[in-house]
């Protein structure tokens, strides 16, 4: 079945730096590619999605690109705000998504 | 255009008792699955529906049941609760033949006592 893994958290950064969350996963066939985002005592957004080796998937200054060689799929924003501290997960899946423990983004002023 | 709804919010339980979560699809939607996401931890698979029958299932016990309803919605049942089934339980819709895109509820928080 499909895996995910993640890098630890918590990510701690101050407002306007770089980020990047990296995400490899094990997959039979080629999965689509999700980012979902969930901020405290919610459920989780949908951020961006891929679908095929090469997408790239963006939204809200937040990208990230299929990279099928490597099974990857690392987040990255070029500046954030403190609006972005929440809980980060890359998710495989085709039919049912898989899920790793996320990545916590701690962003201060 | 309504999101994915869950009902209820929270809901306090006794070991051995029986709950049922509710779940309302997207718009346009008629594929629901259902996710555990025990604190900390990222969400489980537990089981999908379409056209009211059960497609696909994750790792979980009988004591987790399902149903969806002629209108999409969908209902989750958990039998003879135990404390380890504290948790938050997350519905998501798609639509069955479109986007591979799931959308998520806001969750359900069960606990246990």
């Known amino acids: 079945g499909n895996s995910v893994t993640q890098m630890e958290g918590p990510v701690t950064l101050s407002e306007e730096a770089f980020l990047t969350i990296n995400c490899t996963y094990t997959a039979t066939g080629y999965p689509s590619l999700f980012w979902y985002v969930q901020y405290p005592g919610e459920g989780l957004q949908l951020l961006l999605k891929a679908t095929k080796a090469d997408d790239k998937g963006s939204n809200k200054g937040f990208e990230a690109t299929y990279r099928k060689e490597t099974t990857s799929f690392h987040l990255e924003k070029g500046s954030v705000q403190v609006s972005d501290s929440a809980v980060y997960f890359c998710?495989?899946?085709?039919?049912?998504?898989?899920f790793g423990t996320g990545t916590r983004l701690l962003v201060s002023p | 255009d309504a999101g994915v709804t869950q009902s209820p919010t929270h809901l306090i339980k006794t070991r051995g008792q029986q709950v049922t979560l509710r779940c309302s699809p997207k718009s346009g939607h008629d594929t629901v699955s259902w996710y555990q996401q025990a604190l900390g931890q990222g969400p489980q698979f537990i089981f999908q529906y379409y056209e009211e029958e059960e497609r696909q299932r994750g790792n979980f016990p009988d004591r987790f049941s399902g149903h969806q309803f002629p209108n999409y919605s969908s209902e989750l049942n958990v039998n003879a609760l135990l404390l380890g089934d504290s948790a938050l339980y997350l519905c998501a819709s798609r639509s069955g033949t479109g986007s591979r895109e799931q959308y998520f509820g806001p969750g359900t928080r069960l606990t246990v006592t």
């Open positions: 998710a495989p899946g085709f039919q049912k998504l898989v």
